[in-house]
């Protein structure tokens, strides 16, 4: 009976090793897979979208070529996950980076995620509110303002087509928070700057910032996907047009800003298309030799 105990144990370990084994190799060849393979990052706002919010034709193209010629898709935004789902199925796009940098998606799989510390955010919503700085407060779910009601909250999220949220001061204690818009003039950011060097700010409206995690970007999310996907650096494109970009066109193996661009953006780019409005992704890409 013993060496029939050793002989079932002995098979039973070369079975588990041939899995493992096989496991392996498939995570390997997965790997090896998209190590060779070029993908793209899209910004949205700028980028994918006119001023319109609409998506144009020639952008849809583009991406229907990338797809044709094998180059992998992706979306790389400020937006919450919520806020990009139409653009996703009008796409067809199953990949993305969200909250700049703080949620991302591989192929419908989460892989990453690094919310505000509850503590960071709680300091900042106490000093929001004794100056009466309404805040919203984002995770991919949904959103919640600090507020009954914000003009400047309904103006800013009207241009996202969304209506003002509903108010929940206590939201950031039940749920985890990706990002927050802190509604401060220019005149007004120095002092939440100075108070809380341990976050980041990145303005994007005269009247709003997002604040996410400090050190916290798009860059960082992008390389969180390619380390997890496995592709290489240099096979890497991204397109963007706002400040929130910097450090992905940095990172990204080729860079490229919209001719719409902030103008501290185009400094950061290895290559500069025409404006969203000229058809800049489809120049963007034939110019970089994707399509």
Not at 27 to 33: C, D, F, H, I
Not at 68 to 86: H, K, L, S
Not at 216 to 242: C, H, P, T, W
Request: proline residues 3%.
């Amino acid at each position: 009976m013993e060496k029939v105990s050793l002989w079932v144990s002995g098979v039973s370990a070369l079975l588990c090793k041939d899995l493992y084994d096989n496991k392996k190799e498939n995570l390997v060849l997965e790997r090896g897979l998209y190590m060779a393979k070029k993908i793209v990052f899209f910004d949205i706002d700028g980028t994918l979208l006119d001023f319109n919010k609409q998506l144009p034709n020639s952008t849809k193209e583009a991406v229907r070529k990338l797809k044709e010629n094998g180059v992998f898709v992706a979306i790389a935004t400020g937006r919450a996950p919520f806020m990009i789902e139409d653009i996703r199925k009008e796409l067809e796009i199953e990949s993305y980076v969200c909250f700049n940098g703080q949620y991302v998606v591989f192929e419908n799989e989460i892989i990453y995620r690094n919310p505000l510390s509850k503590s960071l955010l709680h300091n900042l919503l106490v000093h929001a509110k004794n100056k009466n700085v309404p805040v919203v407060l984002m995770n991919e779910h949904g959103a919640k303002s600090t507020v009954p009601f914000s003009k400047h909250i309904e103006e800013t999220l009207r241009s996202f087509k969304l209506e003002h949220p509903e108010h929940d001061e206590e939201y950031h204690h039940h749920f985890d928070i990706f990002q927050a818009l802190l509604y401060c003039t220019e005149r007004e950011e120095n002092e939440y700057l100075l108070e809380h060097d341990d976050l980041k700010f990145i303005r994007w409206h005269p009247i709003c910032m997002d604040v996410v995690p400090f050190g916290g970007s798009k860059a960082i999310g992008i390389n969180e996907f390619i380390k997890r996907a496995g592709f290489q650096l240099e096979n890497v494109y991204a397109f963007g047009d706002g400040l929130n970009d910097i450090e992905m066109l940095q990172t990204a193996g080729t860079g490229i800003a919209m001719g719409n661009s902030e103008k501290e953006l185009l400094k950061y780019a290895d290559v500069i298309t025409t404006s969203v409005e000229q058809d800049g992704i489809y120049n963007g890409l034939v110019k970089v030799g994707l399509i």
